[in-house]
């Protein structure tokens, strides 16, 4: 079968193997061995060509020196493997804080996106990644938030400003997420309401994440904000059109990363992750999305051209079982969604 683009770049992420793993789940998954499953996908000669980073232990510690990231390095490269977007840990357990938080905890959050951005920069200079973002959050859920909500706002933005401050001195822009678990993040009127308050658009943009951000339609922890009815029919192609239309249209402009991925409508969290999007296997069922017709909802502009505002996609199967990442089929048929998303959208250089 031919297939004819060469972009965007098809990656996988590493972090299904450490998010939502742990003592209270199932133990993570080594970067080794989430590497190995990656570069041994193949499908009709294409192979992913890259993959995503947790900047987190066991994968790889934001306080890693400079030999850690040359080992880094060569390990995706002995693989044939570019390395993309990077995930800044940002959250207090880890060594963050709450974005909206006190002082102290607002710097632990900048201090973890200068070593995430310092990381980025370094990975970049040794060749090994040439496109991506540093994927941030507010580090918050949206329960404290609701308590003083414009102000709370208010203080996101500015601290999302000075990680802007940071990002631009290392030559990195950051993404922001769209997940419900996410103070200010939590809606899709929010999201934009936060991203237009920062106002950088080169520095500071979206990730769109079509497991998370599908239900933004729905409303989850922001009913006002639901574009759909609590009982509706996604069966209803021209109703549910309308409202991803609604939704793209005002987040795809801010959009400077995109997570392939199926979801199924439901909520889903586990070891220590709040509840957000469940990540499905494409052929998921009772998966709500046509992958390839709503991916194209985000790569292609009003006029129906690819954007090409970013230079890979990158799948996401946070929470998946130990069991099934480990069966080489869960990651072929992965790969045929993304190699059918990049025939649909995709452009040659």
Partial sequence: MSHPHNFPKL????????????PDSEPPIDLDTMLDL???AEVDGVKFDGTDVFLFDPHVNVDSSDD?????????????????S????????????SAMGSDAEVESFLTQVKKACEIGQKLREAGIRPYGGIRIDSAVGPGAWIENPEENQKKIAATFNKACDIAEAHGEVLVAEG????????????????LEMVNRPNVLGFQADMAHTFLYLMGYNAPEDSLVPADFDFKDEAAFDEAYTKLTDALRPWTLDFHVAQNDGTVFGSGSHDKTGRH??????????DIVKRAGYWLRGKDGEPTKKFKHICWDGC???NETMMKPETWNSILTSMVAVRDAHGWTE
């Fill in 86 to 97: 990077l995930v800044a840990p940002v959250w207090e357990p880890t060594g963050g804080g």
């Fill in 179 to 194: 997940e419900i678990c996410w103070a200010g993040m939590h809606s899709w009127k929010r999201m934009v309401e936060l």
């Fill in 38 to 40: 990656t570069a041994a």
């Fill in 11 to 22: 990656h996988n992420a590493s972090w299904p193997g450490v998010v939502g793993k742990g």
């Fill in 319 to 321: 929470m998946f079982s």
């Fill in 280 to 289: 499905c296997l494409p052929d998921d069922p009772n998966g709500k999305l």
């Fill in 68 to 84: 850690d990231l040359k080992a880094l390095t060569e390990k995706a490269a002995a693989r044939n493997l570019k390395l993309g």
